[in-house]
């Protein structure tokens, strides 16, 4: 599985950007997905996790409220969708999902099979 990030920019707090996550070599409409993020000098932390079927989802306590993640299984892409930005989202985030895991297992232990390759995300003040 290759995933593809792809949305990120440079945007004014209050702004709102779209990741988007598309799979490509095989099928990840069962599997759960989810989204990551590293600022530098910190470590990766849970953004956003989403079963395969969309009705598990989980959120970090500083995005809940101004982010959503949803999935496209037709399009074997997810999403996430960052509104309210903060200066404190700059990171690069990454996509992930896990074959065996579940939704709960890939936001908790942030233990997944494949991973994409980043996008930015800056947010100026």
């Known amino acids: 599985v290759q995933l593809q990030a792809s949305g990120g920019g440079l945007v004014q707090a209050g702004g709102s950007l779209r990741l988007s996550c598309a799979a490509s070599g095989r099928t990840v409409s069962t599997y759960a997905m989810g989204w990551f993020r590293q600022a530098p000098g910190k470590e990766r932390e849970s953004v956003a996790t989403?079963?395969?079927?969309?009705?598990?989802?989980y959120y970090s306590d500083f995005v809940k409220g101004r982010f959503t993640i949803s999935r496209d299984n037709a399009k074997n892409t997810v999403y996430l969708q960052m509104k309210r930005l903060m200066p404190e989202d700059t990171a690069t985030y990454y996509c992930?999902?896990?074959?065996?895991?579940?939704?709960?297992?890939?936001?908790?232990?942030?233990?997944?099979?494949?991973w994409g390759q980043g996008t930015q995300v800056t947010v100026s003040s």
């Open positions: 992930a999902t896990t074959v065996k895991g579940t939704s709960s297992t890939l936001y908790h232990e942030g233990t997944a099979d494949y």
């Open positions: 989403i079963s395969w079927g969309g009705s598990n989802i």
